[in-house]
């Protein structure tokens, strides 16, 4: 199946979306992170900063550039967010394999900030599942992961 076919369902005549497309995804990230960082707030953290100590836990220690792609974050936006993290001692930039290279590793600290948050997520998770249905929220990421790989084609870097 083409890709035009796949994003047109098959095949199917689709009918003309209605309004802006990035607006409609924009409105529903606002209201899902509002949701989510709801529940985060207890373990004192915004949604950004739980996905990078989720990750810096699950992959570390890892470079800088290693993680920036892990996230599809561009350098400037992973130093940014990773300074909170890094004030509160939460995660700490350590010299790599050789002089030059840097890894990110959490610290233990950090390790149980990410254990008492991921409760909180799991209750968002869970609460977000209850309201939208498992069926709606399971074939929403499949959309959205369809989508991305869409959009992914032919984007600068692949060969």
């Known amino acids: 199946m083409t890709p035009r076919a796949a994003a047109s369902g098959g095949g199917r005549p689709a009918t003309a979306p209605r309004g802006c497309t990035s607006l409609k995804l924009r409105q529903l ?3 899902v992170s509002r949701h989510y960082e709801s529940h985060l707030s207890e373990a004192g953290l915004r949604t950004t900063q739980f996905s990078l100590l989720s990750h810096i836990g ?8 290693a993680l920036a792609e892990a996230l599809g974050l561009q350098a400037s936006t992973l130093t940014r967010n990773l300074q909170p993290l890094l004030d509160q001692g939460w995660v700490q930039v ?11 590793v959490a610290t233990a600290a950090g390790v149980a900030l ?5 409760h909180a997520w799991r209750r968002a998770q869970g609460a977000l599942n ?17 989508c991305m790989g869409l959009l992914a084609e032919g984007e600068p870097g692949d060969d």
Not at 114 to 118: I, L, N, S, V
């Open 29 to 31: 990230s606002r209201r």
């Open 58 to 65: 699950r992959l570390g220690p890892l470079r800088l550039g």
């Open 94 to 104: 350590q010299v790599g394999d050789d002089a030059r290279s840097r890894e990110v």
């Open 114 to 118: 990410r254990e008492q948050a991921q």
């Open 130 to 146: 209850e309201r939208l249905g498992v069926q709606r929220v399971a074939a929403l990421h499949e959309l959205l992961d369809e």
